[in-house]
C-alpha cells in the first residue's frame, strides 16, 4: 500500500522550517552567551577600575593630635606612624616616637627629615595643612570636636591607610557602647535620685581645667558652646548648665554662683590626681557651698588623660558621666 503522497509532501515541507527554528534557536543561544561573555568582562573590568580608584595606603605617616595617635595605633598600624606631636602619651610607647611639636610650634625642619607621605590633622589646624600643601606634604583632616566626627575619623583613616574593615569593626564597637549607654535615657526623665529639688534633666556643669593649687577652686574653664563634653551630658539624659555662646568660658564664683548647677563634674588629668588626691580635690569646693550642687553633694571628681581628649575612648567618658549625672 502506498503511503498518503499529501502526508510525505507535508512532512517534506516542514523540513526546512525545523532547520531554520533551529538555527534561530541556535543563533539566540550564541547571543546570549556571548553577551554574558562581555558582561562578565565588562563587570571584572569595572571591579579592576574601583580597585585601582582605591585611595592609596600610606606608609610614613605623622600624626598632629594626641587623639589621632590612638586611632592610628587602635588600627595596628603604628608601625606607618613615624611622628607624633606633643603630649600623645597613650598608648605609652607613642612616646618613643619622634615628636614633630604642637599645635603653635609644629617643626617643619623635622617634619621634612621624617619624609612622611600623608599628615593626619584636625580640623582647627587647618593652617597647618595650608603649610604643607606648599611643601609638598599630603594632608588628611579629621574633625573631632563631636562625637559623630569621632567616629567618622576613624573609617576615613582606616580607608585612607589600608585597615577598612578593622576600622568597620571598631566603629561597630563603639555605637554597640554608646547605644547601651544612652538606652536607660532616651525619651525618660530622672527620677532615681534622693534630692527632690533636682529637675527631670540635671543642669551640669563640666570643669576641663582649674588652678587646683588654691584653697577653693580658681580659673574655672568649663564646657561651654563648643566641644564634645557637651555632647556627652546630653546624650545620657542631662544638661549642660552654661548655654551662652563662648566656646569654653571661665568662670568666676560670682558667674558660677549664677549658673548654680546641679551637679559638677570635674575633670582632672592624671599627674593633678597623683599629685593632690580625691580628698583634697573634693575639699577645694566646699569653699563654694552655696552651689546646689556642693550642698547636695554631687560634685564628682573624674580623672584620667583620656577624658579630657576627644577621642576613640569617649565612650569611657560617657559612661562616667551616666554614673555622675544618675547616681
Not at 281 to 300: C, D, F, G, T
Amino acid at each position: 500500500m502506498l503511503p498518503n503522497t499529501d502526508t510525505a509532501s507535508q512532512t517534506v515541507d516542514k523540513r526546512p522550517d525545523m532547520i531554520r527554528s533551529l538555527l534561530v534557536a541556535g543563533a539566540i543561544i550564541a547571543v546570549f552567551l556571548g553577551s554574558h561573555v562581555i558582561r562578565n568582562q565588562m563587570r571584572q573590568g569595572s571591579e579592576a577600575n574601583n580597585l585601582a580608584k582605591q585611595p592609596p595606603s600610606y606608609q610614613r605617616v605623622i600624626a598632629l593630635s594626641p587623639s589621632i595617635v590612638e586611632i592610628i595605633y587602635q588600627l595596628d598600624l603604628e608601625k606607618q606612624l613615624v611622628g607624633v606631636p606633643r603630649y600623645a602619651n597613650f598608648p605609652p610607647e607613642a612616646k618613643n616616637k619622634p615628636c614633630v611639636g604642637g599645635y603653635i610650634d609644629l617643626q617643619y625642619e623635622k617634619v621634612l627629615e621624617l619624609g612622611p607621605d600623608c599628615v593626619i590633622l584636625l580640623k582647627e589646624q587647618a593652617t597647618l595643612a595650608e603649610k604643607l600643601q606648599h611643601l609638598g606634604i599630603h594632608s588628611i583632616t579629621v574633625d573631632h570636636n563631636h562625637t559623630r566626627g569621632i567616629i567618622q575619623s576613624i573609617n576615613t583613616i582606616g580607608n585612607e591607610l589600608g585597615h577598612q574593615l578593622q576600622a568597620a569593626q571598631i566603629v561597630r564597637e563603639i555605637k554597640t557602647a554608646i547605644n547601651q549607654l544612652m538606652s536607660p535615657y532616651r525619651n525618660t526623665p530622672y527620677r532615681n535620685t534622693p534630692y527632690r529639688n533636682i529637675p527631670s534633666k540635671p543642669r551640669v556643669l563640666i570643669c576641663i581645667s582649674r588652678d587646683t593649687t588654691a584653697s577653693h577652686p580658681e580659673q574655672v574653664i568649663i564646657a561651654g558652646s563648643a566641644g564634645f563634653h557637651r555632647e556627652l551630658v546630653q546624650m545620657v539624659g542631662g544638661s549642660n548648665a552654661y548655654q551662652g555662646s563662648v566656646s569654653f568660658p571661665t568662670m568666676s564664683r560670682e558667674k558660677l554662683i549664677e549658673l548654680n548647677p546641679d551637679v559638677i563634674i570635674d575633670l582632672v588629668n592624671t599627674e593633678t590626681w597623683n599629685k593632690i588626691g580625691k580628698q583634697r580635690l573634693l575639699s577645694q569646693w566646699q569653699a563654694y557651698s552655696e552651689l546646689k550642687a556642693v550642698s547636695n553633694q554631687r560634685v564628682v571628681i573624674i580623672h584620667g588623660d583620656q577624658h579630657l581628649i576627644p577621642g576613640p575612648r569617649f565612650p569611657q567618658t560617657l559612661e562616667k558621666f551616666a554614673r555622675a549625672i544618675h547616681p
